[in-house]
């Protein structure tokens, strides 16, 4: 049980950041009544992050400094299905235009962040099994980039990456705070004690597989039957929208005839937004979250998938967990990945551990 | 976005430290190759903290030193129902022996930790409505401790702390662990990302009152109805071993007839097991733990319990969530509670805000 701490390091830890340009001096703005003692703070503007979004068909990347601000940003067509060669290309590419355009150099960059469409174990930054990336399972994913950047390269899978950036943009944030991302797939991001939870394999808050009542008998596409996923993805939001008589075959089909009122549309999307409460409603009893944020392209459909996940909701949980409990709708739009992906690098960067081996290497 | 950091306060700050015995200064092992450091370690039995789990009718208290090593332990006969007042002061005054008889003067105790049998916000140490203690709601339990104790008080629900200590005394431990309390109710407490998750009102882990297949239309002595408490808790499987003619009241007859083989007993426990299964389920998909330890008095009936669980756990759970998954029995028999709530105890007297507090008072 050592503290760490070592006693005649710590200042000159402190020194060798200052040189770095990382932390500077600041003046104490309240005396302690001992030793006058000279306070630092993170300078944000020292060093950059790259960060990046991976989706099925777009990928957008960013540079960011250390506060979060994005100083350059650029969203490419980019078929995540052509394998991680030829997407990490593109990334490790437009990552260093961006550099060139927000006028700073490769050697000012401290990390990278990544998020992919599917399940990572974040630990080693390797997809597993990712159901819609052929020939991503198993890739090193941080040491393809790292020919091109030598820096720390974090990856989670989007929904993670869309949680912590919906939480930094949101002034009703918690510490407690689950994100829900409904589009073709269903998933969500977990905020629990003020940490991104990501379980043992990186597998935590995959919600899209629980059983619910409505879709027993009815196969997913993981495989197996009665999955949330298989009755309130987009998907079969627009196949029971059909059946009506109703043409839709997109997500972008469902928003756009719930936007114009389309009746049989919003009752479809209202009894989704029940099914999705019912997985909720356990999420509520288990985790205990104060805001719970719908994001995702079904979120487009406003107050309707929402109205259907309260409705459940509210009706069932425990006094107790529901009496401060907020459900509304994400603020980001396709910004979320970008910013949590810039928010992860940030993070690690400038973490105790990575301060230090910096400083030691 | 300060650092907190204060560069001429830190040396003081470790002397302080060393002077008020907590922490030791240590040899080095290994040479950093710049200046020699003077490391310092935490010395565990320079101070000590009281514990304390109050259950429905009993009350178990400890003195523990620093590195969680039980010196002084008493159960008392203690009926929660009798309010806050009787409870405490039965509580501080045993401790007070427990100090004596442990050769500790209450000026060597740091922090005071309790477990309680009901939810309880852990921020303000206040229970909120547990259903088996009249009087307790709202209670200021540190308040009232520290009229005897000026240390601070740190409160959970019992379930919460016995996470705490079964994780102390397991190899297997993880840092994503879910722990069962199965008895006449059933709770869990989650360890996620190393740390107790609480949520945002204290409830993280209420997974009694999750609706479950079995007990639709069955009424929970919640008020709400087809909880899993209703067709799983001890009254509940009591009941349907009587329905097939055996006599059965208690928790502790359902053990005793499974440990004499009694198939009845066993069939309706392992029942009892799928039911908790179908819960532990959906906490697989959201949580994904690499541990789940079942714990509570009706663990005691062994593999039948835990047979029911992982049936249902392993068919229905994404390959994913269980490749590396253990469901497991409790190491700790009472144990748990009081072990835990000395870490808790512990933790919170060696975390840095603390340490910072106690050298700026």
């Known amino acids: 049980m050592e503290t760490g701490l070592s006693r005649s390091t710590i200042g000159s830890r402190v020194d ?62 980019l078929e995540i299905s052509r394998g991680p060669i030829a997407a990490l290309d593109c990334l490790t590419h437009t990552l260093t235009d961006l550099l060139e355009s927000a006028g700073r150099s490769p050697s000012e960059l401290v990390a990278i962040g990544v998020g992919l469409p599917g399940p990572v174990a974040h630990e080693t930054g390797k997809p597993s099994n990712p159901p819609i990336m052929p020939g991503w399972n198993g890739f090193d994913v941080p040491a393809e980039i790292r020919k091109t950047f030598q820096v720390p390269v974090l990856v989670d899978n989007d929904v993670n990456i869309m949680a912590l950036g919906e939480r930094a943009v949101r002034t009703d944030a918690s510490d407690n705070m689950i994100f829900i991302k409904a589009a073709t797939g269903i998933g969500s991001g977990i905020i629990g004690g003020g940490k991104l939870q990501r379980g043992a394999q990186g597998a935590a808050g995959d ?60 009752g479809a999307v209202r009894q989704a937004g029940r099914d999705i409460g019912e997985v909720l409603n356990m999420c509520v009893s288990i985790i205990n979250p104060s805001v719970i944020v ?64 910096a400083l030691t290497s």
Chains 1, 2 share one sequence.
Not at 229 to 253: F, L, N, Q
Not at 337 to 348: F, L, Q
Request: charged share 15%; glycine share 12%.
């Open 207 to 266: 919600i899209g597989h629980i059983a619910v009542s409505r879709a027993a008998g009815i196969a997913c596409r993981c495989g197996n039957i009665g999955c949330l996923e298989a009755i309130a993805g987009a998907p079969a939001i627009a196949s029971a929208i059909r059946t009506k008589g109703v043409e839709a075959d997109s997500t972008e089909d469902i928003v756009a005839l719930v936007q114009a009122g389309n009746l049989t549309a919003i």
């Open 294 to 357: 719908i994001g995702g392209l079904l979120a487009q459909t406003g107050e309707h998938l929402l109205a259907g996940i309260r409705e459940v909701v509210y009706s069932r949980s425990m006094p107790l967990a529901t009496q401060n409990l907020t459900i509304v709708q994400s603020k980001t739009g396709g910004e979320a990945g970008v910013v949590g992906a810039s928010i992860m690098a940030i993070e690690y960067a400038l973490s105790a551990e990575q301060l230090e081996s």
């Open 16 to 77: 060798a950041l200052i040189e770095l340009g990382i932390v500077q001096p600041v003046k104490d703005a309240v005396s302690t009544g001992g030793r006058p003692s000279a306070r630092v703070a993170i300078n944000p503007r020292a060093r950059v992050v790259g960060a990046a979004d991976l989706g099925a068909t777009h990928a957008t990347m960013a540079i960011a400094d250390l506060s979060g601000r994005i100083l350059a940003e650029k969203t490419e067509r």
